[in-house]
């Protein structure tokens, strides 16, 4: 029997102005995001994926679904409007919401300013 523990993953500290911006497909009139740990783009990572996202005044990304990730949205500035299913909630700093999967959800910038979140993306199964 071997009695070896696994290797652990590699960590690493990066800075957030190494990333780019990247508009998704999906996502429309400047809804951009920068991609911080991924598994096509971070070493050991298998299930998670977290980036940060800013959506410009009328940016907005289509109502979509996920059939195998869990997903959490934390607003650090401006306002806009998420939908979850059939609901609209307008969104603002120090919310966040927790979207399932299979839950159709879109997000739009409704306000004057830059509308600024975190992404947390979980996958619950391969595939």
């Known amino acids: 029997m071997n009695t070896t ?3 652990p993953a590699p960590t ?3 800075e957030l102005a190494e990333f780019l911006w990247e508009q998704s497909p999906g996502h429309f009139d400047g809804a951009l995001s920068k991609i911080l740990v991924s598994a096509a783009t971070t070493p050991g ?3 998670l994926d977290f980036r940060i996202s800013t959506y410009a005044p009328k940016a907005y ?3 979509h679904v996920h059939p195998n990730k869990e997903q959490i949205y934390f607003f650090l500035e401006g306002e806009g409007v998420l939908e979850l ?3 609209k909630k ?3 700093p120090n919310q966040f919401a927790f979207i399932p ?3 159709p959800h879109g997000l ?3 306000g004057n300013s830059q509308l600024v979140f975190i992404v947390i993306t979980t996958l619950t199964e391969r595939g």
């Open 108 to 110: 739009h910038n409704t």
């Open 12 to 14: 690493s500290v990066r």
């Open 90 to 92: 307008v969104v603002r």
């Open 61 to 63: 990304v289509h109502t």
């Open 5 to 7: 523990p696994p290797t």
């Open 45 to 47: 990572a298998q299930f």
């Open 101 to 103: 999967p299979h839950l």
């Open 85 to 87: 299913g059939a609901e």
